[in-house]
């Protein structure tokens, strides 16, 4: 796939290469990756740079002991490497993998360093977006220590719940996502969430058919009733 190829797709992307030096534009190499695709792994020398022209990816942290945990979930258009390199770090501190398939335009390290050091224009929007991922870092991070994790899962089933009942003529979403996927997405222990799947199936706030989660209008709205009580009764310990 040619660059102009990849701009006629994504003609957005056109912002961000505006002030790009075409000696840069002629040593770029464009990718498409399928999902799946690791990008990068942990703890791997990172000697490029990549501007991510459509597809999603998930930021993920794997742990000796087997564990993973994902970080974010991030969409186009996105970056590669950057924090590892504006922190002058070697190796990557995560992993990177395709969620679905992408196209990724990546050039050398040095010419990255390079680029951003005579285009403002392109510094402040990759400055932008490390800013973005650090704010909804710090602003969830929280949660996760904090509010009990009948908490957690139900605010994720009604991010993913919601906005598909709105489109579907159907009395319930299925929400496609494995044990693990969950574990993942989640960060809290299969068998806590196991136990918490019980937990909220008891109280009707969710069903199980077919081995996945399900949620109807009602029980959505329950969820998010239910959302508002635990926010509340935080509030109160907290005084």
């Known amino acids: ?35 799946g695709y690791i990008i990068h792994q942990k703890d791997s020398p990172l000697d ?10 998930r930021v993920i942290n794997e742990f000796e002991n087997g564990n993973i945990f994902m970080i974010e979930k991030n969409e186009p258009i996105d970056f590669i490497g950057e924090v590892t390199i504006l922190a002058g770090m070697p190796k990557t501190s995560v992993t990177i993998e395709t969620i679905s398939e992408s196209i990724i335009l990546y050039i050398s390290r040095a010419d990255f360093e390079a680029w951003i050091a005579q285009d403002i224009h392109f510094l402040r929007l990759v400055s932008a ?6 704010y909804r870092s710090s602003y969830n991070r ?8 009948q908490f957690l899962l139900l605010d994720y089933l009604i991010s993913y719940v919601e906005p598909l009942l ?8 299925t929400v496609k996502k494995t044990r693990n996927d969950l574990y993942e997405e989640i960060g809290i222990s299969v068998k806590t969430l196991n136990r918490t799947i019980s937990k909220l199936k008891d109280e009707g706030l969710i069903n199980i058919y077919k081995g996945k989660i399900t949620m109807s209008q009602h029980q959505l709205d329950t969820a ?14 907290s005084e």
Do not use: C
Request: aromatic share 12%.
């Open 48 to 57: 490029y740079f990549g501007i991510v022209a459509s597809g999603e990816h």
């Open 224 to 237: 998010k009733q239910r959302i508002v009580y635990y926010r509340q009764m935080s509030v109160k310990s």
């Open 166 to 173: 709105s489109h579907t003529k159907e009395p319930f979403i």
């Open 142 to 149: 929280g949660a996760k220590l904090f509010y009990p994790p």
């Open 129 to 134: 977006k490390v800013a973005l991922k650090l």
């Open 1 to 35: 796939m040619t660059l102009d190829e990849v701009l006629k797709k994504v003609p957005a992307l056109k912002d961000y290469l505006r002030h790009m030096p075409e000696e840069y534009k002629n040593r770029m190499n464009i990718k498409v990756h399928p999902p």
